[in-house]
């Protein structure tokens, strides 16, 4: 059995005693691929390093978290983006955050628009961030002529159905092993719309810090929750993370 982990963070810093272990215990739990995405400069730098360093199985998107830690030039993260089209597999993440972003929620918006028109114009699909925000980021990313996934969903049951119907992808992370909500949300999910993350090294199933070998975890979840058999889950799972990124 397969599986891609649709979106976590192998660059950080909880992962810099052992990462080659961690990929290599994900590879052995049936993880062929991996998407570690960025979410400032550093990140980004940190994640496209990851791919000469480790093994074919990483791929990498850039971009930029609404809830930055730093004052971030956006000018230079475009152009990390620019520069790096042909080696990265999305825009993202950017978005919205009305919870823990400092920056107002207008100039947020704004930022996200930049990064969309970008995404469109080098044709890369993008992985949007949306936390308490969800209905905003959906009406204003379907505007724009990109694959959108909202990654590790967390949003109403009405955002479900909008993002839906506009084709977005929607990311259930490995939270669904432990939160009522997500195992809620994870039932209405369309199997045609579903990838699974694991947001490592945030969201673990399991104490501690989580990481892609964990991912089994959302796929056993999943399985149980919507009735359906792990392998051909599984199968489905992979082929809709691909069609996304285009691996």
Do not use: W
């Given at each position: 059995?397969?599986?891609?982990?649709?979106?976590?963070?192998?660059?950080?810093?909880?992962?810099?005693?052992?990462?080659?272990?961690?990929?290599?215990?994900?590879?052995?739990?049936?993880?062929?691929?991996?998407?570690?995405?960025?979410?400032?400069?550093?990140?980004?730098?940190?994640?496209?390093?990851?791919?000469?360093?480790?093994?074919?199985?990483?791929?990498?998107?850039?971009?930029?978290?609404?809830?930055?830690?730093?004052?971030?030039?956006?000018?230079?993260?475009k152009s990390q983006i620019l520069e790096n089209s042909e080696r990265i597999v999305?825009?993202?993440?950017?978005?919205?955050?009305?919870?823990?972003?400092?920056?107002?929620?207008?100039?947020?918006?704004?930022?996200?628009?930049?990064?969309?028109?970008?995404?469109e114009e080098i044709g890369k699909p993008v992985v949007i961030h949306a936390r308490?925000?969800?209905?905003?980021?959906?009406?204003?990313?379907?505007?724009?002529?990109?694959?959108?996934?909202?990654?590790?969903?967390?949003?109403?049951?009405?955002?479900?159905?909008?993002?839906?119907?506009?084709?977005?992808?929607?990311?259930?992370?490995?939270?669904?092993?432990?939160?009522?909500?997500?195992?809620?949300?994870?039932?209405?999910?369309?199997?045609?719309?579903?990838?699974?993350?694991?947001?490592?090294?945030?969201?673990?199933?399991?104490?501690?810090?989580?990481?892609?070998?964990?991912?089994?975890?959302?796929?056993?979840?999943?399985?149980?929750?919507?009735?359906?058999?792990?392998?051909?889950?599984?199968?489905?799972?992979?082929?809709?993370?691909?069609?996304?990124?285009?691996?």
């Amino acid at each position: 059995m397969e599986l891609i982990d649709a979106h976590c963070h192998l660059q950080m810093d909880s992962f810099d005693r052992d990462r080659k272990e961690v990929v290599r215990r994900a590879i052995a739990s049936g993880i062929t691929d991996i998407v570690v995405s960025g979410y400032d400069s550093v990140s980004n730098y940190r994640a496209l390093e990851l791919i000469s360093e480790m093994s074919n199985s990483i791929h990498v998107t850039l971009g930029l978290s609404p809830n930055m830690r730093r004052k971030e030039n956006i000018d230079f993260i475009k152009s990390q983006i620019l520069e790096n089209s042909e080696r990265i597999v999305a825009v993202g993440e950017v978005g919205l955050d009305k919870v823990k972003s400092k920056v107002p929620l207008a100039k947020q918006k704004e930022i996200f628009k930049g990064f969309l028109r970008l995404a469109e114009e080098i044709g890369k699909p993008v992985v949007i961030h949306a936390r308490e925000a969800e209905i905003e980021a959906i009406e204003i990313s379907r505007k724009f002529s990109v694959e959108c996934m909202l990654h590790c969903f967390n949003g109403s049951f009405k955002a479900l159905r909008m993002a839906q119907d506009a084709g977005f992808t929607i990311s259930i992370s490995t939270m669904v092993s432990f939160s009522e909500k997500q195992k809620n949300l994870a039932k209405e999910v369309d199997l045609e719309n579903l990838v699974i993350e694991t947001d490592s090294p945030f969201l673990s199933p399991k104490r501690g810090r989580n990481e892609p070998a964990y991912l089994v975890y959302a796929l056993d979840e999943i399985s149980r929750l919507k009735e359906i058999d792990g392998e051909k889950l599984a199968s489905q799972l992979v082929k809709n993370t691909k069609k996304f990124y285009g691996l």
